[in-house]
């Protein structure tokens, strides 16, 4: 897993194996980052659309997490897309 800037800079990066699902790897990848500078939000697709993995970024580092709501997903969309 890895993380770019706006650039396609890598800023950070993270190897694991295939099986554990991506919303477990993101603290992994974060931790790993190659800069001193702290991540304002990040970007990803549907599987990172979550709402626990939402609030612990937010809580505990300050991030905003901006994913894509999933179709089959059962509760109400709670980002619009206007940050993307």
Same mark, same amino acid.
């Given at each position: 897993?890895?993380?770019?800037?706006?650039?396609? =800079?890598?800023?950070?990066?993270?190897?694991?194996? +295939?099986?554990?699902?991506? =919303? @477990?790897? =993101?603290?992994?990848?974060?931790?790993?980052?190659?800069?001193?500078? +702290?991540?304002?939000?990040?970007?990803?697709?549907? +599987?990172?659309?979550?709402?626990?993995?939402?609030?612990?970024?937010?809580?505990?580092?300050?991030?905003?997490?901006? +994913?894509?709501?999933? @179709?089959?997903?059962? @509760?109400?969309?709670?980002?619009?897309?206007?940050?993307?």
């Amino acid at each position: 897993m890895a993380i770019a800037d706006p650039a396609s =800079v890598s800023v950070a990066a993270h190897i694991e194996c +295939a099986s554990p699902h991506k =919303v @477990k790897l =993101v603290d992994a990848t974060i931790d790993s980052g190659f800069t001193q500078h +702290a991540l304002d939000r990040i970007i990803g697709d549907k +599987a990172y659309d979550s709402d626990k993995l939402d609030e612990r970024l937010f809580e505990e580092r300050g991030i905003e997490m901006i +994913a894509m709501h999933r @179709k089959r997903r059962c @509760k109400n969309c709670i980002q619009d897309g206007r940050t993307l």
